[in-house]
């Protein structure tokens, strides 16, 4: 038996053949992303402009005619830089001629300006190390939309990710591990973690590396955790052996992060974690065992840790105690109280209560607040409705995916970005306890993007179809059609 | 209302406007895909390639698209014709039942192999297993879609 026949793993039913075809790459056009992309400019410009006309007319004397720059974009050299970043990473997938999904970048974008446009209108001092909130956001957005770029140009295979789902596992257990022992603390939680002159919070990463671990190890063993039972009386279970390892990661992660005391970050890795184990198995015992393994752990932790006991607390009844334990969640409805249907339109909320906002960490656990009260129900609504996109382009790469790895990693990375953006934004509204995660895209901070980036450059690397399919083939048809009518002349 | 507070809601306004219409765009690509993708006839179950076939038939490197109901066998009526000389006559069936591939030897002489271990009666198959028939050894892909 020869080995040599072996065709490349990865890409299922290609031949060997195509390794000489991916050498050569033809730029394609992308023309939808373009002009999706055009239209986000426009959007962001507009809404600059708005800005700065409210800005520029509450410094005006009440009555008097608006300055002649009123109808300028606020602050536009930021929005411009970034709104030219975002065709850089256009043009670079249209030179690396991926045939990917081209409603991502413009979604994803469009979030991220609106988030610019808030740093850029938020009170500059409140955090920022490059010269205020705005700039240092702009930033990390340039790394971030430079980094989905690369992430997507590049990747062309998933082999580094298939193949070492237990190192991934094993690193990020220790980028946890390490936080712990090394890291600091920031409002009563031990999230961040310095490396030299960069500080970061590891969950964030460490959200992609579950989502790649839990791909791999369902992928490869879904069939026997469809099929196999482990019966105890007349009870059928799950296969037990089987779930053991996938188990252990997520108690370890679980665990550490409650000692963390991060919750929104256990709320999320929980979901995530039920929610493709039920893609990958298809057995809604396992979704009812999750959700009462959840419930009996919330009950439990609510008894035992103080601060989980104060958040619940605060979530039932946040007018107990609203100068200080209920402050921030009493805050912020009175922020959605005050935008209402239409908002207050952007610059013209967000009142400073003796010289501070009412809200002190609005730029990264509350920019929903921030955004519902400047652009309203409305407003919001329309965020919303860009995560569903997002998510709704992660299930549709899942569903055309040629394997059950590739399936599973794309339907999680995109849900984890959504489940994440639903429970910071229930939170702000006071659905579920506040937990202190970031909205993703739109929060202040270097490391969400980060991560959330590279999310999006793996989605829009596993959206990529390939290469093109041969020509239909009437061209050598009509060539041949030709060559005989000319053997018959 | 003045003129200035005026043309303020009207920029407010706009900006939303626009908000909507992106998303408007974007909601008619997602629609557009979706009905070319439901509108594509349907969609094969899995395919089968031929890893190595040492008798040359099926010939190594090409891919078969699999039935709900595929059987291997040396018999010509087989649905794939396994020419090997370590193959039975009927050897093996591919079922496709629910969301699983399953396989079920057909009391072979030699049997039949599921990533090198003997399948006993019937065994679900995934996606990248590899199936051993004879000499001839086949990947199941996904069906490519």
Same mark, same amino acid.
């Given at each position: 038996?020869?080995?040599?026949? *072996?065709?490349?793993?990865?890409?299922?039913?290609?031949?060997?053949?195509?390794?000489?075809?991916?050498?050569?790459? *033809?730029?394609?056009?992308?023309?939808?992303?373009?002009?999706?992309?055009?239209?986000?400019?426009?959007? !962001?410009? %507009?809404?600059?402009?708005?800005?700065?006309?409210?800005?520029?007319?509450?410094?005006?004397?009440?009555?008097?005619?608006?300055?002649?720059?009123?109808?300028?974009?606020?602050?536009?050299?930021? #929005?411009?830089?970034?709104?030219?970043?975002?065709?850089?990473?256009?043009?670079?997938?249209?030179?690396?001629?991926?045939?990917?999904?081209?409603?991502?970048?413009?979604?994803?974008?469009?979030?991220?300006?609106?988030?610019?446009?808030?740093?850029?209108?938020?009170?500059?001092?409140?955090?920022?190390?490059?010269?205020?909130?705005?700039?240092?956001?702009?930033?990390?957005?340039?790394?971030?939309?430079?980094?989905?770029?690369?992430?997507?140009?590049?990747?062309?295979?998933?082999?580094?990710?298939?193949?070492?789902? /237990?190192?991934?596992?094993?690193?990020?257990?220790?980028?946890?591990?390490?936080?712990?022992?090394?890291?600091?603390?920031?409002?009563?939680?031990?999230?961040?973690?310095?490396?030299? $002159?960069?500080?970061?919070?590891?969950?964030?990463?460490?959200?992609?590396?579950?989502?790649?671990?839990?791909?791999?190890?369902?992928?490869?063993?879904?069939?026997? !955790?469809?099929?196999?039972?482990?019966? =105890?009386?007349?009870?059928?279970?799950?296969?037990?052996?089987?779930?053991?390892?996938?188990?252990?990661?997520?108690?370890?992660?679980?665990?550490?992060?409650?000692?963390?005391?991060?919750?929104?970050?256990?709320?999320?890795?929980?979901?995530?974690?039920?929610?493709?184990?039920?893609?990958?198995?298809?057995?809604?015992?396992?979704?009812?065992?999750?959700?009462?393994?959840?419930?009996?752990?919330?009950?439990?932790? /609510?008894?035992?840790?103080?601060?989980?006991?104060?958040?619940?607390?605060?979530?039932?009844?946040?007018?107990?105690?609203?100068?200080?334990?209920?402050?921030? %969640?009493?805050?912020?409805?009175?922020?959605?109280?005050?935008?209402?249907?239409?908002?207050?339109?952007?610059?013209?909320?967000?009142?400073?209560?003796?010289?501070?906002?009412?809200?002190?960490?609005?730029?990264?656990?509350? $920019?929903?607040?921030?955004?519902?009260?400047?652009?309203?129900? &409305?407003? &919001?609504?329309?965020?919303?409705?860009? /995560?569903?996109?997002?998510?709704?382009?992660?299930?549709?790469?899942?569903?055309?995916?040629?394997?059950?790895?590739?399936?599973?990693?794309?339907?999680?990375?995109?849900?984890?970005?959504? =489940?994440?953006?639903? %429970? %910071?934004?229930?939170?702000?509204?006071?659905?579920?306890?506040?937990?202190?995660?970031?909205?993703?895209?739109?929060?202040?901070?270097?490391?969400?993007?980060?991560?959330?980036?590279?999310?999006?450059?793996? @989605?829009?690397?596993?959206?990529?179809?390939?290469?093109?399919? $041969?020509? $239909?083939?009437?061209?050598?048809?009509?060539?041949?059609?030709? #060559?005989?009518?000319?053997?018959?002349? | 209302?003045?003129?200035?507070?005026?043309? @303020?809601?009207?920029?407010?306004?706009?900006?939303?406007?626009?908000?909507?219409?992106? !998303?408007?765009?974007?909601?008619?690509?997602?629609?557009?895909?979706?009905?070319?993708?439901?509108?594509?006839?349907?969609?094969?179950?899995?395919?089968?390639?031929?890893?190595?076939?040492?008798?040359?038939?099926?010939?190594?490197?090409?891919?078969?698209?699999?039935?709900? &109901?595929?059987?291997?066998?040396?018999?010509?009526?087989?649905?794939?014709?396994?020419?090997?000389?370590?193959?039975?006559?009927?050897?093996?069936?591919?079922?496709?039942?629910?969301?699983?591939?399953?396989?079920?030897?057909?009391?072979?002489?030699?049997?039949?192999?599921?990533?090198?271990?003997?399948?006993?009666?019937?065994?679900?198959?995934?996606?990248?297993?590899?199936?051993?028939?004879?000499?001839?050894?086949?990947?199941?892909?996904?069906?490519? *879609?």
């Amino acid at each position: 038996m020869s080995a040599a026949a *072996r065709p490349m793993r990865g890409r299922a039913g290609t031949p060997d053949a195509r390794a000489g075809v991916l050498g050569v790459i *033809r730029p394609r056009t992308r023309w939808r992303e373009f002009w999706l992309l055009v239209l986000v400019g426009i959007t !962001l410009t %507009i809404g600059s402009v708005s800005l700065n006309a409210t800005v520029v007319a509450a410094d005006a004397e009440q009555g008097a005619a608006l300055p002649a720059g009123a109808l300028a974009p606020y602050r536009g050299g930021l #929005l411009l830089v970034y709104l030219g970043a975002l065709l850089a990473a256009h043009l670079a997938q249209v030179l690396a001629g991926r045939r990917s999904d081209q409603v991502l970048l413009p979604a994803v974008g469009m979030l991220g300006g609106i988030s610019l446009l808030l740093m850029s209108r938020l009170p500059q001092d409140l955090a920022g190390q490059f010269g205020g909130l705005a700039r240092t956001q702009l930033i990390w957005l340039l790394i971030a939309v430079a980094l989905t770029a690369v992430v997507a140009v590049v990747v062309r295979s998933d082999r580094w990710l298939r193949l070492y789902k /237990y190192t991934w596992a094993a690193a990020g257990v220790g980028l946890l591990l390490l936080t712990f022992v090394a890291g600091r603390e920031v409002n009563g939680q031990r999230l961040t973690l310095d490396i030299g $002159p960069l500080s970061g919070q590891p969950s964030e990463l460490l959200k992609v590396i579950l989502v790649v671990f839990l791909a791999g190890y369902l992928s490869e063993n879904r069939a026997l !955790l469809v099929e196999q039972s482990t019966r =105890v009386g007349p009870i059928r279970l799950p296969p037990l052996p089987y779930l053991a390892p996938m188990a252990a990661m997520w108690a370890i992660a679980l665990g550490v992060v409650v000692v963390q005391r991060d919750l929104g970050a256990a709320l999320l890795f929980f979901a995530v974690f039920l929610v493709l184990l039920y893609i990958a198995t298809a057995r809604w015992s396992y979704v009812v065992i999750g959700l009462v393994l959840f419930l009996a752990g919330s009950w439990l932790m /609510y008894n035992l840790f103080g601060h989980v006991k104060d958040r619940v607390d605060i979530w039932i009844d946040p007018f107990a105690d609203p100068r200080v334990a209920g402050y921030q %969640i009493v805050q912020a409805l009175y922020a959605f109280g005050r935008g209402g249907i239409l908002g207050t339109g952007l610059g013209n909320g967000l009142p400073v209560v003796a010289g501070r906002l009412p809200i002190p960490l609005i730029h990264a656990d509350f $920019p929903l607040a921030a955004l519902g009260e400047e652009l309203g129900l &409305i407003g &919001i609504l329309a965020i919303l409705g860009l /995560y569903l996109v997002v998510i709704e382009r992660g299930l549709r790469i899942a569903a055309s995916a040629a394997d059950d790895f590739r399936a599973l990693l794309a339907a999680g990375l995109s849900l984890v970005v959504g =489940v994440q953006a639903f %429970i %910071i934004a229930a939170g702000n509204l006071k659905l579920v306890p506040l937990t202190g995660i970031t909205l993703p895209f739109v929060s202040y901070g270097g490391s969400s993007l980060v991560a959330n980036a590279i999310v999006v450059g793996l @989605l829009l690397a596993l959206s990529d179809r390939g290469v093109e399919p $041969p020509p $239909p083939p009437q061209r050598t048809a009509g060539r041949f059609r030709r #060559l005989i009518d000319r053997g018959a002349a | 209302m003045d003129g200035i507070s005026l043309s @303020l809601w009207l920029l407010r306004l706009l900006f939303l406007l626009f908000l909507y219409l992106f !998303l408007l765009a974007v909601v008619r690509v997602l629609v557009r895909d979706l009905r070319a993708a439901s509108r594509e006839p349907e969609a094969e179950l899995g395919r089968l390639q031929v890893v190595a076939s040492p008798g040359g038939e099926p010939r190594a490197g090409t891919v078969l698209a699999l039935d709900a &109901i595929t059987t291997l066998g040396r018999d010509v009526n087989n649905t794939i014709v396994v020419d090997d000389q370590f193959a039975s006559s009927d050897h093996a069936v591919l079922t496709f039942r629910g969301r699983t591939w399953y396989v079920e030897d057909l009391e072979s002489t030699n049997g039949t192999y599921v990533n090198g271990t003997p399948v006993d009666g019937v065994s679900p198959l995934g996606y990248g297993d590899e199936l051993q028939i004879g000499q001839v050894r086949l990947r199941l892909d996904r069906a490519r *879609r």
